[in-house]
Nanobody
């Protein structure tokens, strides 16, 4: 399993939108349960949204109604559409397998920085 590559982050004003993308060198989005996570300095990495065979797409309460997760297995791409962004959404966003505890430390990508600020 290779490390995912996240992109699409940036600086956006409160209320704005961004779409993050995730890809890997190997095709496994259609094999594994996947998720988006985020982390701010000094805090634990947290689950933002997940796509699992058992439960479908689920979201953290803090992003429900504002974020949409999707994936295109044919293109080996996964997305996180973020709207109505808030300053508290500022974090480095990562994609990887779900659940987080099965992901070895060396298999995390660089992530993509999202900064929500006026």
């Amino acid at each position: 399993q290779g490390r995912p590559v996240e992109s699409g982050g940036g600086l956006v004003q409160p209320g704005g939108s961004l779409t993050l993308s995730c890809t890997t060198s190997e095709r496994f989005f259609d094999i594994y349960d996947m998720a988006w996570y985020r982390q701010v300095p000094g805090k634990e990495r947290e689950l933002v949204a997940s796509i699992t065979r058992a439960r479908g797409i689920t979201y953290a309460d803090s992003v429900k109604g504002r974020f949409i997760m999707s994936k295109d297995n044919g293109k080996n791409l996964m997305y996180l559409q973020m709207s109505s962004l808030k300053p508290e959404d500022t974090a480095v966003y990562y994609c990887n397998r779900w659940p987080m505890k099965i992901v070895a430390r060396h298999l995390w990508g660089q992530g993509t920085q999202v900064t929500v600020s006026s």
